[in-house]
Nanobody, 122 residues
Framework: QVQLVETGGGLVQAGGSLRLSCEAS????????MGWYRQAPDKIRELVAI???????VYADSAKGRFFISGDNAEGTVYLQMNSLEPDDTGVYFC????????????????WGNGTLVTVSS
C-alpha cells in the first residue's frame, strides 16, 4: 500500500509564497504522474499542476507563471512552489499520484493525500 503525506500549508498574505511538499511511503518503484489538486470552499476539486514520469508538466491556467511543480519520481516526492499568492488560491491542496509501478508490475491505481490547507489573506 502507498500513502501520501502533504506538508507546507499555512496562512500567508496576498503576494506571498508557500512551498508544498508531498512524500509517498510504501512499496513503489515509479508513478506515471504526480500532481497537485485544489479544493476551495464550496467548489469541486480542480487540477493545479501535474508532472509526468518523463518530467513533462501541465498547469491550470490560474497557476501558469506563478506556481512551479517539481519532484523526484523514484523517491516519490513532489513539490509545489507557489508565488504571488492570491486570495482565490485559498483551499485544501491534495497531492495525487497515478499509475503505480511496483515489484515488476503496473497497477492502474490512484493515490491521494489527506490535504494541506492554504489560506491567503487579502
Amino acid at each position: 500500500q502507498v500513502q501520501l503525506v502533504e506538508t507546507g500549508g499555512g496562512l500567508v498574505q496576498a503576494g506571498g509564497s508557500l512551498r508544498l511538499s508531498c512524500e509517498a511511503s510504501g512499496n513503489f518503484f515509479r508513478f506515471n504522474t504526480m500532481g497537485w489538486y485544489r479544493q476551495a470552499p464550496d467548489k469541486i476539486r480542480e487540477l493545479v499542476a501535474i508532472i509526468s514520469r518523463g518530467g513533462g508538466t501541465v498547469y491550470a491556467d490560474s497557476a501558469k507563471g506563478r506556481f512551479f511543480i517539481s519532484g523526484d519520481n523514484a523517491e516519490g516526492t513532489v513539490y509545489l512552489q507557489m508565488n504571488s499568492l492570491e486570495p482565490d488560491d485559498t483551499g485544501v491542496y491534495f497531492c495525487n499520484f497515478k499509475g503505480l509501478w511496483s515489484s515488476g508490475a503496473y497497477f492502474d491505481m490512484d493515490f491521494w493525500g489527506n490535504g494541506t490547507l492554504v489560506t491567503v489573506s487579502s
